[in-house]
């Protein structure tokens, strides 16, 4: 009976993630949040075209909202990944308040819990940065005039009830998961930039 707000892009991992949460035995009352990041044109919309009527047809709400990314990193003077980062999780918590769900479910698997563990050792990192991805975060929200719309934490905001980032696919590798999509036959589109090495972690990806 608990309610997860299911984060998907539309590749195959958010897409796999969501066909297993549909189909499992939790009794789970299950929303999507999509994000345009307008920062591959057309590929871009015929992703959230294709989440559009992947929910239309399974009958999931679907939470949908476009960022001019660029303009926004430029504005805040970080990368495009620090502002993607920035843009879509500051709107999932915003919904995760504005209609208490549950939980946030991310897709983030074994290969990508790999690779973070690696971008972490170079740049330097501490217990929390050799840890890794956690699969399963509480998170705390400031108080209304705040500064931050949310944040992971150790412990929850006063008289406001658990929730949660989870990461269902954390224990599977990104070859498991492009299996399960075969088998079940889960559409979902690749996203023409990871082959590219511009971006850090895709230099882990592809190079190292």
């Given amino acids: ?23 499992s035995q939790l009794d789970l009352k299950i929303a999507v949040a999509h994000v345009n990041f307008n920062l591959r044109g057309q590929e871009s919309d015929a992703d959230t075209r294709m989440v559009e009527q992947w929910c239309a047809e399974n009958g999931i709400t679907l939470f949908q909202e476009s960022f001019n990314t660029t303009e926004y990193a430029r504005e805040q003077g970080i990368s495009i990944e620090m502002a993607a980062r920035d843009l879509r999780y500051n709107w999932f918590y915003t919904l995760m308040q504005e209609h208490n769900f549950d939980f946030l479910a991310i897709a983030h698997n074994a290969n990508d819990n790999a690779e973070t563990l690696m971008l972490n050792l170079t ?19 400031a108080e209304p005039d705040g500064a931050e719309e949310g944040t992971e934490a150790a412990h929850p905001a006063p008289q406001q009830k658990q929730q949660y980032i989870i990461r269902p696919l954390l224990s599977y590798s990104r070859q498991q998961i492009e299996k399960y999509a075969l088998k079940f036959k ?15 972690r895709n230099r882990i990806r592809n190079e190292v």
């Fill in 1 to 23: 009976g608990a309610s997860v707000l299911a984060a998907v892009s539309g590749g195959v991992d958010s897409m796999c993630m969501l066909d297993a949460l549909i189909h």
């Fill in 123 to 141: 740049r330097g990192c501490g217990f929390e940065g050799i840890a890794g991805i956690r699969e399963k975060v509480l998170l705390e929200f």
């Fill in 186 to 200: 889960v559409p979902y589109r690749t996203d023409s930039t990871n082959l590219l090495s511009d971006y850090s």
